[in-house]
């Protein structure tokens, strides 16, 4: 490997550095006053929204936590403006679910 191309290396391993910390601040920012509301038709559902509008709803389904995410708001754009692929998504929302939250292992979906 030549200089130039150990150099567009490391270039491309910083941009990828301050694109997964862009990710995790705006996640981080989603999660910032969001109110958290119960379900009455199912109480064993746990409802995060803003304004009206739910981001996440969190479920159990046999003991496995599920964690959905609204489309819009939160899965196409870690798909479209940071191009994850469907299980970096899931891993990404699960890790930052498991640190900001504290649930534990959960399995994103949309």
């Known amino acids: 490997m030549t ?4 150099i567009q290396e490391l270039k491309k391993q910083i941009e990828e550095l301050k694109k997964e910390e862009e990710m995790k601040e705006w996640f981080k920012s989603l999660l910032n006053g969001l109110e958290i509301g119960i379900n009455d038709n199912n109480p ?3 409802y995060y929204k803003r304004n009206s509008r739910i981001f996440f709803e969190l479920f159990q389904i046999s003991g496995k936590k599920y964690f959905w995410c609204d489309y819009d708001l939160v899965w196409n754009i870690l798909q479209d403006k940071y191009k994850l692929n469907f299980y970096e998504t899931q891993d990404f929302i699960n890790s930052m679910v498991e ?12």
């Open 99 to 110: 640190q900001h939250l504290k649930l534990g292992v959960v399995t994103p979906f949309r």
């Open 44 to 46: 064993n559902s746990v």
């Open 3 to 6: 200089t130039e191309e150990k």
